[in-house]
Nanobody
Framework: QVHIEESGGGLVQAGGSLRLSCKASWGINRFNAMAWYRQAPGKERELVARGSGSRETTYADAVKGRFTIYRDNAAKRVYLQMNSLKPEDTGVYFC??????WGQGTQVTVLP
């Protein structure tokens, strides 16, 4: 069973940036689909960004223009670059590879 691991979360002031990183124990090359979800306290999990091997990407309206999902095959990682962070971006962020393989999540907290 593949193990998915996220990192890069933390505490940041509004307007700041973070880059989340995701790696898979099998490497990422065998996965075309990649995605980041998030779950805020008391809310349902929601899709933040999605990408595929064809490099097509989709973003939630709330993060368009601020977040970028991309993969670095050489580094064997998928990233979520988050800029101009807002307090409403606070939550646990999950990486999903191949649509079904989820990590445990990494906490992002954005202070006002």
């Amino acid at each position: 069973q593949v193990h998915i691991e996220e990192s890069g979360g933390g505490l940041v002031q509004a307007g700041g940036s973070l880059r989340l990183s995701c790696k898979a124990s099998w490497g990422i090359n065998r996965f075309n689909a990649m995605a980041w979800y998030r779950q805020a306290p008391g809310k349902e999990r929601e899709l933040v960004a999605r990408g595929s091997g064809s490099r097509e990407t989709t973003y939630a309206d709330a993060v368009k223009g601020r977040f970028t999902i991309y993969r670095d095959n050489a580094a064997k990682r998928v990233y979520l670059q988050m800029n101009s962070l807002k307090p409403e971006d606070t939550g646990v962020y999950f990486c999903v590879m191949g649509n079904v393989n989820w990590g445990q999540g990494t906490q992002v907290t954005v202070l006002p």
